[in-house]
């Protein structure tokens, strides 16, 4: 019998079609493959940062919370200082001793920002599509850097009122192995410098106002959070 030219060819015909498109295909599907591979890797390079910050940004929120317990404890003492500063044997013992050496403190205060400082480093920032969210996080962080100014900035005012109202009566009192803390105040409070030492406490803290700061850190939180789990 002859062959059938016409099926054979059109069979070899149809066979290179078929492994035309198989070759066609595999290129499509690497190609497409590595560039979603790409994307999946992008995208949780991403969210692997924003977890970070999100981490951050709640370690930092108790930082704030300590640097507000400090300075309210600060205030608290300077308003009861100079509350009994014409006679301290008036003051309940157990409060003085407990406020006596509060304004004395010259603390110091800092964040963490190494997780903020690898979004922008990295590139992942430009990677966010909600530009609303990358803008508040840089905002977040501002913030942070205005509370940690204000904190320094209280300590070193408060250290130009100090150093005065420290004079030689105060500094041969405090040489001393033992005192009492209403005999530290009374001889602090009784020159100006000392009286102007606590007012200069008071008016300084009664300024700041740190909830913008808390509640922009708290939102970002919450849009972090939100943006890697949708």
């Given at each position: 019998m002859?062959?059938?030219?016409?099926?054979e060819?059109?069979?070899?015909?149809?066979?290179?079609?078929?492994?035309?498109?198989?070759?066609?295909?595999?290129?499509?599907?690497?190609?497409?493959?590595?560039?979603?591979?790409?994307?999946?890797?992008?995208?949780?390079?991403?969210?692997?940062?924003?977890?970070?910050?999100?981490s951050?940004?709640?370690?930092?929120?108790?930082?704030?919370?300590?640097?507000?317990?400090l300075?309210?404890?600060?205030?608290?003492?300077?308003?009861?200082?100079?509350?009994?500063?014409?006679?301290?044997?008036?003051?309940?013992?157990?409060?003085?001793?407990?406020?006596?050496?509060?304004?004395?403190?010259?603390?110091?205060?800092?964040?963490?920002?190494?997780?903020?400082?690898?979004?922008?480093?990295?590139?992942?920032?430009?990677?966010?599509?909600?530009?609303?969210?990358?803008?508040?996080?840089?905002?977040?962080?501002?913030?942070?850097?205005?509370?940690?100014?204000?904190?320094?900035?209280?300590?070193?005012?408060?250290?130009?009122?100090?150093?005065?109202?420290?004079?030689?009566?105060?500094?041969d009192?405090?040489?001393?192995?033992?005192?009492?803390?209403g005999?530290?105040?009374?001889?602090?409070?009784?020159?100006?410098?000392?009286?102007?030492?606590?007012r200069?406490?008071?008016?300084?803290?009664?300024?700041?106002?740190?909830?913008?700061?808390?509640?922009?850190?708290?939102?970002?939180?919450?849009?972090?959070?939100?943006?890697?789990?949708?």
């Open positions: 002859k062959p059938d030219m016409k099926k060819h059109k069979d070899l015909r149809n066979a290179f079609i078929l492994n035309f498109l198989a070759v066609v295909l595999g290129i499509i599907i690497t190609f497409g493959g590595n560039a979603i591979i790409e994307r999946n890797k992008e995208a949780r390079n991403l969210n692997s940062c924003l977890e970070l910050v999100s951050e940004l709640k370690e930092d929120l108790k930082w704030i919370d300590y640097g507000d317990s300075l309210g404890r600060q205030v608290e003492a300077a308003d009861f200082l100079a509350r009994y500063e014409n006679d301290y044997s008036k003051a309940p013992a157990d409060s003085l001793r407990m406020m006596a050496n509060e304004p004395l403190f010259i603390c110091e205060l800092s964040f963490y920002t190494d997780a903020f400082e690898l979004l922008k480093n990295s590139g992942v920032l430009a990677k966010i599509d909600d530009q609303e969210l990358a803008l508040e996080i840089f905002q977040a962080y501002g913030h942070m850097r205005d509370y940690l100014t204000f904190f320094k900035m209280f300590h070193e005012h408060k250290k130009q009122y100090l150093e005065p109202a420290m004079n030689a009566k105060v500094t009192l405090l040489a001393k192995d033992e005192f009492g803390a005999e530290l105040w009374s001889l602090i409070s009784s020159s100006k410098e000392g009286k102007q030492f606590l200069e406490i008071q008016r300084f803290l009664y300024m700041y106002n740190d909830s913008e700061t808390v509640a922009s850190i708290k939102s970002t939180i919450d849009r972090i959070d939100a943006y890697i789990g949708r």
